[in-house]
């Protein structure tokens, strides 16, 4: 490669409507991957504490309860993001009035991380020692106080760790946001890095997606290995 | 309750106290896969106020199921348990809670929150029955106290020793001063020395605060060294009841004995208990329990009879109180002369077993020199 092509890649660079533009996507970013990150872990917890409860032989056993929401999360589960985003457009319009733009796809990005949350709910709170579970039991705590002083409290380090995964998950999944104009960094990547032949855009995108997860990572770890005294 | 009256309930079964703990025809069965198991089959005895109890047997003998059943945490299936006056079969939902406050629980694996620091672990309990923040602050700091954990409040589990850790099992289940303590195999993790210093603390509790301690395990030792009364369960059954010095001395039933056969081959060296012998070599346990002993009968024995004794095991310890020596002693000379021997020990009081040699199997394990298995 010689350096006319190489300035004729990077040339696009230059432009500071360009970087404007990747502020921009990062931003819209930011903003989906938080908010359907705080959005889902909101849906998710309570539906992975009902799993867990309603399983067998735990605090609150209910099998015809527990097999449904098996089933119900496992079809979000399985459902392609890119389907789901679609097929769900009129419950988005219903929630946010169009089915266009950033805040547009938060709805199915959160609708899609909610089941993804509760399995990995359900898995921290299977990781609770049931003797824990027990000795509270034996001394008088409630349901609730089970619950919230004792389960999640307990399953915290590996709450956190799965948090961590989930947002790193919908920054992948917020890529594709730009099928309905949700705009984000993946979208940016793909208007102009491949759709327009600018492949500068493309390595620099990819470059600042990379370290955005490699800060998510970091930063998610460090808060789990704060709060694990195990 | 005083250490006297203790003293002397320790031989009698007899209580002028109304019991603390009342188990009646409890019964408990597991469905496993088809085959139905019977964890606990008509189970019926009482703990008094001030008493430690016991309960003794092997593992899968029903005892965790029993102990569960005292605090609900396992519903029988048929059958009452009565706590301080309260019917605990009969309670459900929040008065059940309530009446659990009142039962303290220690465990085998200590079962402390590992997100709470010791602090915070001792506090739980006081926080879940909505004690004010000041008292709750104080009760734990006069706990750590008394398990001399002062200086490891703000420690986390995970820092702690198993010893430690039992101790703020400990201080947990005294925080919300409760009526009765549960011990479901709480030293059975401990290495023997930490066993015993965590006993000690049991033991000091029931004196100082005459709290009830109703224990389960599968260590005879742990019995021994600080219960005033046990039971031994079997297959679901209870098959004896009795002051430790009696229950220990002579078994009544077939579990007991076999628990206290265990138990002698533990203390006594193996190649002892095989040595040959015959109708003229017979190889004997004399228990002396109490009274007998003071008395030289085992002189007695060789002045008085044309017999050889040969001591080659001894060892005196408390039981429940009360002094018990235990000899193993091989009995030489004519089989009429042998046996006469066995009768005037028996006759004078000593508790007489006869030794029959272990069978193969364990008969080939080597054991270990022990300090205290010399022989005369």
Not at chain 1, 59 to 80: A, D, F, T
Not at chain 2, 61 to 71: F, M, Q
Request: aromatic share 4%; with cysteine; proline share 6%.
């Amino acid at each position: 490669m010689g350096w006319e092509s190489l300035s004729a890649l990077l040339g696009p660079l230059g432009s500071p409507f360009l970087w404007q533009q990747m502020t921009q996507a990062l931003k819209e970013t930011l903003l989906m991957v938080s908010l359907s990150l705080v959005l889902a872990e909101l849906g998710g917890l309570p539906l992975g504490v009902l799993l867990v409860v309603s399983g067998p032989g735990h605090l609150r056993p209910n099998p015809v309860l527990h097999h449904v929401l098996g089933i119900v999360v496992n079809v979000g589960r399985s459902l392609p993001f890119i389907i789901l985003m679609v097929a769900i457009i009129p419950f988005t319009r219903l929630i946010v009035g169009t089915s266009i733009g950033t805040w547009a796809a938060i709805v199915p990005l959160t609708v899609a991380a909610i089941p993804f949350v509760a399995r990995l709910v359900e898995t921290s709170l299977l990781e609770v020692d049931p003797g824990v579970i027990e000795a509270a039991q034996a001394m008088g705590a409630s349901f609730s106080q089970i619950i919230g002083r004792v389960l999640l409290p307990e399953a915290l380090p590996s709450l956190i760790a799965g948090a961590t995964i989930t947002a790193i998950n919908l920054v992948g999944y917020s890529a594709m946001a730009g099928a309905i104009g949700g705009g984000g960094l993946g979208d940016l990547a793909i208007r102009y890095g491949y759709q327009r032949f600018q492949v500068g855009v493309m390595i620099v995108t990819v470059v600042i997606l990379v370290l955005f997860v490699q800060v998510v990572q970091v930063v998610g770890d460090s808060l789990a290995r704060r709060v694990d005294h195990r | 309750m005083a250490v006297a009256t203790q003293a002397a309930g320790i031989l009698s079964d007899s209580r002028e106290a109304a019991p603390l703990v009342e188990v009646e025809h409890l019964t408990k069965r597991f469905r496993q896969g088809r085959r139905e198991i019977v964890a606990l089959d008509d189970v019926s005895f009482a703990v008094y106020p001030g008493e430690i109890f016991g309960v003794m047997g092997l593992s899968g003998a029903g005892k965790s199921t029993l102990i569960r059943c005292i605090n609900l945490l396992e519903r029988p299936d048929a059958g009452r348990v009565t706590v301080a006056g309260q019917e605990m079969t009969r309670l459900t939902g929040r008065s059940l809670m309530q009446a659990r406050r009142r039962i303290g629980m220690i465990f085998q694996h200590f079962a402390l929150l590992s997100s709470r620091t010791v602090a915070g672990n001792v506090a739980f309990p006081l926080e879940i029955a909505g004690f004010p923040r000041p008292e709750i602050r104080r009760r734990v700091d006069e706990l750590l106290e008394l398990v001399g954990l002062s200086d490891r409040a703000a420690a986390y589990p995970s820092q702690l020793s198993g010893g430690q850790k039992q101790r703020v099992g400990i201080a947990r289940a005294l925080a919300p001063e409760p009526v009765l303590l549960l011990s479901d195999e709480a030293t059975s993790a401990l290495d023997p020395e930490t066993t015993l210093s965590v006993l000690r603390l049991l033991q000091e509790i029931n004196r100082r605060m005459g709290l009830t301690i109703l224990m389960i395990t599968h260590e005879m030792h742990v019995i021994r060294e600080i219960c005033h009364r046990v039971a031994v369960i079997d297959q679901g059954r209870l098959v004896e009841i009795g002051p430790v010095a009696q229950v220990f001395s002579r078994p009544q039933s077939e579990a007991g004995q076999r628990l206290l056969r265990a138990q002698l081959q533990e203390d006594v060296p193996a190649d002892i208990l095989n040595r040959p012998r015959d109708s003229s070599h017979r190889l004997f346990r004399l228990g002396f329990l109490g009274e007998v002993a003071h008395e030289p009968v085992v002189a007695e024995v060789v002045r008085t009879l044309p017999v050889m004794l040969n001591v080659l095991f001894g060892r005196i310890e408390q039981l429940g109180g009360v002094p018990w020596g235990r000899l193993v002693v091989e009995i030489s000379g004519t089989p009429a002369a042998v046996e006469e021997a066995r009768q005037y020990l028996k006759r004078r009081g000593v508790e007489v077993e006869e030794i029959r040699p272990v069978d193969q199997e364990s008969a080939a394990v080597p054991s270990p020199a022990r300090v205290e298995g010399g022989a005369a």
